[in-house]
């Protein structure tokens, strides 16, 4: 053996091979590799398609490794102060080398995230992907709870770290959060001292927000993470898998699976977790090359923007709230219990409950709209679309004093001078 | 594939009888199917890799373009060739390059202007010859002695973002997309867009300097904010409107009216316009009579709105129309938009010579003396006047008089002659008895509520009379002046 081949061997048996010779190589490629030990060595064809999953779950952790990167370099260049906070974005954007790239590419990618995990969770709703199929070790309803928290975490991070540029869009889109909170009844003034750590957002906010952003929620994230993909493993793979037990199992149903066969994770699976990890990357570099991230006026409690308005993930909860309160004018009906809790809270208990009482047949498990599940997920979309909605309405029509306006027609704010 | 699939291990490596075909011709085979860990199942993967990595360079290669290429750097080259030019390469080499900045610690200000604005404080680049971004700063011994650039920076006189390190932010152009930046450049383009006849003299700037020198009555160099405070002082606006604390209570507080947000003037309510004395309105929003009259939609153009007619703005408002000029209500509102609330450090606070308009504060031995002067009359004349005929009058108090009408802002709704926001007063102390008149000056507010001739005339003019808090004694001065005032005509 040369030493080329032998240096070769020794880096094969200690990391792993991307273009292993046998079988057996193919499966050590993958249990021996601490990252990819969690993956069995062979999957379905269907359980790497495109069309089966769109990789969302991949895209989502993707891109908060993105967010955990970039995020650990803005620590070293954010004050989490309310005198200096504020300042060092402006420096970020006009004099750190390549501060703006940084900022917009964490800004970017946090949306994409936000948005990824929804999708995400819809994409396992259609395709009936909390099913179990007939297997009799998953339970994969377990996992959708999982996910269920996992998104709220998103929205969590996504939402303390709105704060943080201390200006007036994220001082006034965090009032209104609080505000959403503190509509909460009995115990909603208590939830706002909590977030705010005080009566008003100052300091304490921005240094509770700040911990929850860069410790707290992250690493909760990412125990969740871990325990979320060690169950897909527990499960016996993506629902996806479970036509194919179907089809050899239940030879009644007449299951064609003649598109699907396993192959090995070494190279292949690898290989697409590879391509997806890089699109998701030059997406987001893309967006941040050309859009900036927005900057406005710094933080001053005392005037407000009219309309303030909370972060976009929250909009229907603000616009439900604002719809759900009734004026009259002898009283006011605050719609802080039946918009701020009752309507979402029923909304999420629902979709979250509903993974364990689905009662269709097993052979509509990881298959998209499969007919058995028509009504449930004509439910579902309506649901969403509630939400969408209602975000789109506020986003775009509502205007000073959350009157309705035409997008074009929005009264314009004078300049100063 | 052709090849039989290889089994696991090595040793099952070799390979076998190339003439046996895969497993589509046979029956089903026992063992599941296993596919060769050569055979490709995503053909495409590879060469998506390759587009998404070439892609992904060359968003990278733009991303650094916009890095490396920031628009200042072209100003920079200019400058070192102008200086190459000038004084020659050794003079050059000590340009700077990259983001330069004044930091001003005590005021809190980072100003990157000189990154592009780089002759600043080079003497000899005073020349028309020089392009203006790189000119010398003008007036280097005399204002700039006095306002040094390390203690004041760039913004603090001139405006703008200085953070900013790109034209659009720095000088917050608000063309296209909306620069979120609340304190404008008070340069020349601002003064075009207003039309200043002398815009060459940055005239705005002017509020800069008044946020500091706000105390003083006067100050050379600034003409507008001289002026309007000598019209602060003539036209006794302290009556109506409280200054740190002094004056009345008829307006809103104007001690940090500049300080106000943007946000809470309304420019889209109605325009009104004034017809046989009364507001009417005119079918249009305020915004679109600052578009008609091509003036930016800003609080600036409010005042000038508000100056020329406060009740084509409010219409209940009891300011009076002053008859100013172009001039006098620019330079009114540059003085409102330099009443500003700032935190200054004791050394930025100027020496102050002179007080008055500027510096609320009345001179307390001359309001002393008055009121004295004032208590003796009322002593000596009281008894009198309760049998004199109506239109004799004691001309000392009638004096005081004079200067408590104008003092209390009396003037800013009554004229002698002339119908105002309420009625002519030269002969009302012929036309009601003393006490109607007495208790008219006193508590105007409860005699709207309580006395029909009162009534009447809020009919008439209505704007109702406002409680301009008048003693007693005070009252009887005013009262006296009117007598006066009456027998004159």
Redesign the interface.
């Known amino acids: 053996m040369t030493l080329k081949e032998r240096l070769y061997k020794v880096w094969r048996a200690l990391v792993w091979t991307f273009d292993?010779?046998?079988?057996?190589?193919?499966g050590k490629a993958i249990t021996r590799n601490f990252w990819l030990h969690w993956f069995p060595p062979?999957m379905t064809?269907k359980s790497?398609s495109w069309s089966y999953s769109f990789w969302l779950g991949t895209i989502s952790w993707v891109l908060f490794v993105i967010l955990t990167i970039t995020g650990i370099v803005l620590m070293f260049l954010y004050i989490p102060s309310v005198e200096r906070a504020y300042?060092t974005i402006?420096?970020l954007?006009?004099?750190v080398?390549?501060g703006?790239?940084l900022r917009n590419m964490h800004r970017w990618a946090a949306h994409m995230m936000v948005a990824a995990v929804f999708l995400h969770m819809m994409r396992v709703f259609y395709t009936g992907a909390y099913k179990n199929g007939i297997s009799h070790m998953a339970r994969r309803e377990i996992n959708w709870t999982v996910g269920m928290i996992l998104l709220v975490l998103t929205l969590l991070l996504s939402y303390t770290g709105y704060l943080l540029p201390w200006?007036?869009l994220a001082y006034w889109a965090i009032t209104i959060g609080v505000k959403i909170a503190e509509s909460v009844p009995i115990i909603g003034p208590q939830i706002k001292f909590i977030m705010a750590g005080g009566t008003e957002l100052g300091q304490p906010t921005l240094i509770r927000f700040y911990a929850l952003h860069v410790v707290g929620l992250p690493v909760a994230l990412l125990l969740l993470f871990s325990y979320h993909m060690w169950r897909i493993r527990k499960d016996e793979g993506l629902a996806v898998v479970e036509q194919f037990r179907l089809a050899k199992k239940r030879k009644d149903l007449q299951i064609d699976t003649s598109g699907d066969?396993?192959?090995?994770s070494t190279p292949?699976a690898v290989?697409?977790i590879?391509?997806v990890s890089?699109?998701t990357?030059?997406w987001v570099?893309?967006l941040?090359?050309f859009l900036d991230s927005?900057?406005?006026?710094p933080a001053d409690p005392?005037?407000?923007?009219?309309p303030a308005k909370a972060p976009w993930y929250f909009l229907w909860l603000q616009e439900l709230l604002a719809i759900t309160t009734i004026r009259t004018p002898w009283f006011t009906i605050n719609g802080g219990f039946v918009g701020g809790v009752l309507i979402p809270g029923l909304m999420g208990l629902a979709a979250t409950v509903w993974a364990f009482l689905d009662k269709s047949p097993p052979e509509a498990t990881g298959v998209w709209f499969h007919k058995s599940r028509t009504v449930q997920n004509i439910v579902f979309t309506l649901g969403v679309l509630f939400i969408v909605g209602l975000i789109i309405f506020a986003m775009y029509f509502r205007g000073p004093n959350w009157n309705v306006y035409w997008p074009w027609a929005w009264?314009?704010?004078?300049?100063?001078? | 594939m052709e090849k039989k699939l290889p089994n696991n291990g090595p040793e099952d490596k070799k390979p076998t009888a190339p003439q046996q075909k895969p497993a589509a011709k046979k029956p089903a085979p026992k063992r599941p199917k296993l596919p060769d860990v050569k055979d490709d199942p995503f053909p495409m993967d590879s060469w998506l890799i390759y587009l998404v990595s070439i892609i992904g360079a060359f968003i990278f290669g733009v991303a650094a373009y916009k890095e490396f290429n920031p628009e200042y750097k072209k100003y920079q080259v200019e400058f070192k060739r102008l200086i190459e030019m000038k004084f020659g390469t050794e003079a050059a080499e000590k340009v700077p390059m990259g983001v330069q900045q004044i930091w001003v610690k005590d005021l809190n200000r980072v100003d990157r202007c000189i990154t592009c604005h780089m002759g600043y404080e080079w003497r000899g680049l005073e020349g028309e010859d020089v392009p203006e971004v790189f000119r010398t700063h003008p007036d280097l011994d005399g204002l700039i002695a006095k306002h040094p650039f390390k203690d004041y920076g760039c913004t603090t006189c001139h405006g703008g973002q200085g953070y900013a390190t790109n034209m659009k932010e720095a000088h917050v152009i608000q063309k296209g997309k909306k620069v979120r930046w609340l304190e404008p450049l008070l340069g020349k383009e601002k003064a075009k867009e207003y039309k200043f006849a002398d815009w060459q003299k940055m005239p705005l700037m002017e509020i800069n300097c008044n946020t500091c020198h706000r105390h003083e009555d006067s100050l050379p160099g600034t003409p507008y904010i001289n002026l309007a405070k000598k019209l602060w002082n003539e036209k006794g606006c302290i009556g109506c409107h409280k200054l740190f604390g002094e004056g009345g209570d008829i307006g809103p507080d104007l001690t940090y009216e500049g300080s106000k947000s943007h946000e809470s003037f309304d420019i889209h309510a109605p325009y009104y316009v004034i017809k046989n004395g009364k507001p009417v309105p005119s079918g249009r929003t305020i915004a679109q009579e600052m578009k008609r009259r091509g003036l930016p939609l800003s609080v600036f153009s409010w005042h000038l709105l508000h100056f020329e007619e406060p009740r084509s703005i409010t219409p209940t408002s009891a300011m009076p129309n002053f008859g100013l000029n172009e001039k006098e209500k620019r330079a009114l509102a540059m003085l409102m938009m330099s009443w500003k609330r700032v935190n200054l450090p004791a050394k930025y606070i100027p020496k102050m010579e002179g007080r008055g308009a500027a510096a609320p504060k009345v001179d307390t031995a001359a309001a002393d003396t008055t009121a004295e002067t004032a208590d003796t009359a009322v002593a000596d004349t009281t008894a009198k006047m309760e049998e004199t005929p109506k239109v004799s009058y004691d001309p000392e108090l009638a004096k005081r008089g004079e200067e408590l009408f104008d003092r209390k802002g009396c003037t800013a709704c009554h004229d002698l002659d002339s119908r105002k926001v309420g009625p002519p007063l030269r002969d009302v102390a012929a036309r009601r008895d003393h006490e109607w008149l007495k208790h008219m000056i006193m508590k105007p507010d409860s005699m709207i509520l309580n006395d029909p001739i009162a009534q009447e005339l809020l009919q008439e003019f209505s704007v109702p009379m406002t409680n301009q808090n008048v003693s007693e004694e005070e009252a009887k001065a005013i009262i006296e002046f009117l007598k006066k005032a009456a027998t004159e005509k």
């Open positions: 292993p010779a046998d079988r057996s190589e193919a062979r064809k790497l300042w402006k420096d954007e006009y004099a080398s390549w703006w790239f200006d007036q066969e396993p192959v090995y292949w290989r697409r590879v391509l890089m699109a990357l030059v570099m893309f941040a090359t927005p900057l406005e006026e005392s005037w407000t923007p009219n009264p314009e704010i004078p300049e100063i001078i």
